[in-house]
């Protein structure tokens, strides 16, 4: 029985509608050869995204991941702006510069996707702590794979996190997977959620295809955050529907068992959720009104990105360096 109500339960499924139509469109350009770089599409774990998402503030920290543009999507970031950063054009986020893994948006507390496995979490530490320090109320969330869980950026996060009891939320998509390899033939534990309790911190394990146990089990965290008890760790089991990235089917094939991707695709957390708002006497009409809104200004964003131009080449030393340009010379660059 959940406490939201139909405002709220609407507003998940546009977050997830707003992921699935745009990833869709993002996977088909991919597969025309219109997308230039890697692209990892976020199919399959909306839930996760907008759950958490939708229970913070806007100006609440979140850092992301390679398979980032869902985290970036459920914290509204902008579609155009999105779609015209994967395009490499000028408009986008990065103005073309970071592409697919990189986008980021401090207005709206998104303070960078990475292509590092793992590197987002020190990274969401350290804005806990400024939060603290300047005594701002944000809380930061740390969105990572289970593949992070085995390296040291991971382990070295929790443990800063607990010593100084920061506002922070380390939440991990665990789809079974590391790139290629199953999580649990090089995991020692069977499970992400138990390493809290080697951190004295909540560990929890939630059903990452419900948005709305999801959504709840953020709420609780962000909660115990704002009140200055620390850190959570929430593991949101979920599965990525496509492969680790478009075009790898290509090379490799998908080494994943196809039963299993049957079984996943039968409990689609879209399909799931519109299940709870039919309970919750929302009427259809609203939702299919919604999908078309958002379909329609995906394409709108392909259109906008297509029209954008591509980064000038004399740009290419802008937005680096944080100092004067004076700075640059120091490492010989001209």
Not at 33 to 59: F, K, R, T
Not at 152 to 179: D, K, Y
Not at 205 to 218: I, Q
Request: with cysteine; charged share 20%.
């Amino acid at each position: 029985m959940t406490t939201l109500d139909e405002s709220q339960l609407v507003d998940l499924y546009r977050r997830m509608t707003r992921i699935r139509h745009f990833e869709e469109r993002v996977a088909a350009l991919k597969a025309t050869g219109e997308l230039p770089g890697a692209v990892h599409i976020y199919i399959g774990q909306e839930a996760v995204a907008a759950g958490v998402c939708g229970a913070l503030s806007v100006d609440d920290y979140i850092t992301s991941t390679h398979r980032g543009h869902g985290h970036i999507l459920a914290k509204d970031g902008q579609i155009d702006r999105c779609m015209a950063e994967l395009f490499g054009k000028r408009d986008g986020y990065c103005k073309g510069k970071g592409g697919s893994m990189h986008i980021a948006d401090p207005g709206l507390g998104i303070i960078g996707a990475n292509g590092i496995v793992g590197a987002g979490l020190p990274i969401a530490t350290g804005a806990a702590l400024s939060s603290v320090q300047r005594s701002s109320g944000q809380v930061a969330v740390a969105f990572f794979g289970d593949g992070a869980s085995t390296h040291g950026t991971f382990h070295e996060s929790l443990n800063l996190a607990t010593v100084w009891s920061l506002p922070v939320i380390f939440v991990c998509e665990n789809n079974g997977i590391s790139q290629l390899t199953p999580t649990s033939e090089v995991a020692a534990l069977g499970g992400v959620a138990q390493h809290g309790a080697a951190y004295g911190i909540p560990g929890v394990t939630v059903d990452g295809n419900d948005v709305v146990a999801v959504h709840e089990t953020t709420r609780t965290a962000v909660e115990r955050a704002r009140a200055g008890e620390g850190p959570s760790l929430i593991e949101a089991v979920t599965f990525r529907i496509h492969n680790h990235s478009e075009g790898l089917e290509t090379i490799i094939g998908d080494i994943r068992d196809h039963d299993e991707i049957d079984q996943w695709r039968a409990r689609d957390p879209l399909t799931l959720h519109r299940r709870t708002l039919e309970k919750a006497g929302i009427e259809a009409s609203i939702l299919e009104e919604l999908d078309q809104s958002v379909a329609a200004e995906v394409e709108a964003a392909i259109e906008f990105a297509r029209n954008s131009p591509y980064p000038d080449p004399d740009d290419a030393y802008s937005d680096v360096w944080a100092g004067e340009v004076r700075s640059a010379a120091f490492w010989g660059v001209r």
